[in-house]
């Protein structure tokens, strides 16, 4: 592909990533922004969906990968493939976004060339009128363009856009523990996407969300208009009015620092990291009927302790996703463009286990994550205010530093207080690796 | 529920109750808007107009008289940082159409087309729907027991949506 000369050099990248501050221009940057799709989103491995939604052979879910929009469709051998929306004839879209089934081979819309699940082009009508005319050494004849490495990892259907760069193991590493929890939460050992998917428009930077799920400083006062509305409410209840589940989800976002700051933040290489080491919003909901029984017959009593012990606030897995086992739900931050973020909230199923799970963790993301939620409201608002305020000029740096300390993201798995902005430097730290990595070799 | 033609006069209260709970959230008179559900009575916004389970599939709001407590109240907090400065919000309807009626069991169900206008901060938010809004007969009138919003554009990304639709 062409690359248009940018301003954006390694030496001027790397000036806008400090120990402890970084440039608004990350945030509030066109350019900056179309580097992060032709470099960043295509030499991390980004969440692309879930085996789930593809079952049956020539199933299909489409979605986007950083600015390429790709179809996730599963072969007839049974594995599944991460394909460019985009017919190698004209360009078309082929497949219609959402979700189906193509049967054994992709047809585009427009001229009927057909490609198969593993996006080599197979037919076109009239082939013999390309005979002689140097088809052979086109684009067109490759077929669709795809991704460069695809891993299903539990179910959870992962890929990188680059031929080449980091392995997906050594890329995650310790990180897929989180992913592991919420399996394992389930009796059968697996997860179906289900309930259905809540789209929210952001009008604000992409980084803003993933910088928010480990910022423990401002759920308190960001929420006091809706946690603690909620918890003010509750406590003009008669006395012996049970607890409702939605009370059980809202109360713990307006904690102390104290109950924020012991939680802990852990944070691993290239990017990732979670809240709640050792304690979390999730750790103090009612127990569900039936819900224990079915693991230990599962897992057996150990086993049993150990997983559902684990109860982690918010994973984040560089660049894009968030992850939250002990509710089931995992929200893509979508870029669209600088100032523009879709935000999608998905919910699982634990196969096996009780409906009122799911119940639970539909509720939760209706709760917290829905265009409606009082909550979402409040969050909202200040990534949107950031977004504006960051269009000043006269001043440049936005702030990282709580509890900074030199040295910091040397060792693996490094666990600080809650309170700690040490996740989202460690963000930073794999953004500029990955952005100015491939200055030259940007494919 | 059973269909039966409903006594012109009938239709017109089942309308009125329609027509003013419109009204109400139009003019920000939310305590009285909620005493027009029954104790049971929920508002559900689906995220998807083929929804039939509010427990096991996704929804934009579903909530009962608590939940409709704290959104209110929230509106009204200090710390309401994206109502300052205040939003308002405006319903467009349709005549409201008598779909259902079970006259013995005074139960009714009616439908409204709407375009809802959100307006904050300067900027607007447009989305048309339609409304079921499912009534039950009481000694002061007519309850809401459920009002069911399903918008053209529910599993589209949607902005932020601060009052109720």
């Known amino acids: ?443 | 529920m059973s269909e039966q033609v409903v006594p012109p006069d009938l239709e017109r209260q089942l309308q009125a109750v329609v027509v003013r709970e419109a009204r109400l959230l139009d003019e920000q008179r939310l305590d009285e808007w909620d005493r027009l559900f029954a104790d049971d009575g929920v508002y559900w916004l689906p995220a998807s107009s083929s929804a039939q389970d509010p427990r096991l599939e996704a929804s934009h709001l579903y909530d009962d008289r608590m939940l409709r407590r704290v959104h209110i109240e929230r509106l009204r907090s200090a710390h309401a940082h994206s109502q300052q400065p205040a939003g308002r919000c405006h319903h467009l309807l349709q005549t409201p159409e008598v779909i259902e009626a079970d006259l013995a069991g005074g139960i009714f169900g009616l439908r409204t087309a709407f375009l809802y206008t959100e307006l904050r901060a300067g900027r607007t938010v447009t989305l048309p729907g339609v409304a079921h809004h499912r009534l039950r007969r009481a000694a002061s009138g007519f309850l809401i027991v459920l009002k069911r919003v399903d918008l053209l554009h529910a599993g589209e990304a949607l902005p932020a949506v601060e009052f109720y639709i």
Not at chain 1, 226 to 250: D, H, L, N, Y
Not at chain 1, 265 to 278: A, D, E, L, M
Not at chain 1, 289 to 301: D, K, L, S, T
Not at chain 1, 308 to 331: A, C, D, S, W
């Open chain 1, 1 to 443: 592909m062409i690359n248009s000369a940018t301003r954006w050099t390694r030496a001027a990248l790397r000036a806008l990533v400090r120990d402890n501050e970084v440039h608004r221009a990350v945030y509030t940057d066109p350019e900056i922004f179309n580097l992060e799709m032709s470099r960043l989103f295509r030499s991390t491995w980004v969440f692309v969906g879930h085996d789930s939604q593809v079952p049956n052979a020539g199933d299909y879910f489409t979605t986007s990968v950083g600015a390429e929009p790709v179809v996730m469709v599963r072969r007839a051998d049974g594995g599944i493939s991460v394909l460019i929306n985009r017919c190698s004839h004209k360009g078309v879209r082929l497949v219609s976004e959402g979700s189906g089934n193509l049967g054994r081979f992709i047809r585009c819309p427009y001229h009927a060339w057909t490609f198969g699940t593993d996006g080599a082009l197979q037919n076109i009508p009239l082939r013999d009128g390309y005979d002689g005319t140097g088809f052979e050494a086109t684009e067109a004849r490759l077929g669709l363009a795809r991704a460069g490495a695809v891993e299903v990892y539990r179910g959870f259907v992962f890929c990188r856009l680059s031929g080449e760069g980091v392995g997906f193991h050594d890329y995650f590493g310790e990180s897929l523990s989180t992913l592991d929890n919420m399996v394992d939460r389930a009796p059968a050992g697996r997860l179906e996407v289900t309930g259905g998917m809540l789209r929210y428009m952001h009008g604000c930077n992409w980084k803003m969300l993933a910088e928010n799920q480990t910022d423990a400083c401002h759920p308190m006062v960001a929420h006091e208009s809706s946690a603690g509305t909620t918890v003010r409410i509750w406590g003009e209840q008669p006395e012996g009015t049970p607890k409702p589940m939605a009370v059980e989800q809202f109360a713990p976002f307006v904690g102390t620092y104290k109950f924020f700051d012991n939680m802990g933040i852990r944070i691993w290489p290239n990017g990732h990291g979670h809240t709640g080491v050792s304690d979390s919003i999730h750790a103090a909901y009612s127990a569900i009927p039936g819900y224990q029984e079915a693991m230990v017959a599962a897992y057996g009593e150990e086993r049993t302790r150990r997983i559902l012990g684990e109860v982690r606030h918010n994973t984040m897995y560089f660049p894009n996703i968030m992850v939250k086992g002990p509710i089931q739900t995992l929200r893509v931050f979508k870029p669209l463009a600088a100032d523009r973020t879709l935000v999608e909230s998905w919910t699982f199923r634990l196969v096996g286990a009780p409906d009122l799970l799911l119940e639970r963790t539909c509720m939760y993301n209706r709760l917290i994550n829905s265009p409606g939620s009082i909550v979402g409201h409040d969050d909202l608002e200040v990534y949107e205010r950031a977004q504006q305020g960051l269009q000043s000029g006269l001043r440049d740096w936005v702030n990282l530093g709580r509890l900074f300390h030199a040295g910091e993201g040397a060792t693996s798995a490094e666990v600080v207080r809650g309170t700690s902005e040490a996740q989202m430097r460690n963000q930073f730290r794999a953004w500029l690796r990955f952005m100015s990595a491939h200055e030259e070799a940007a494919s």
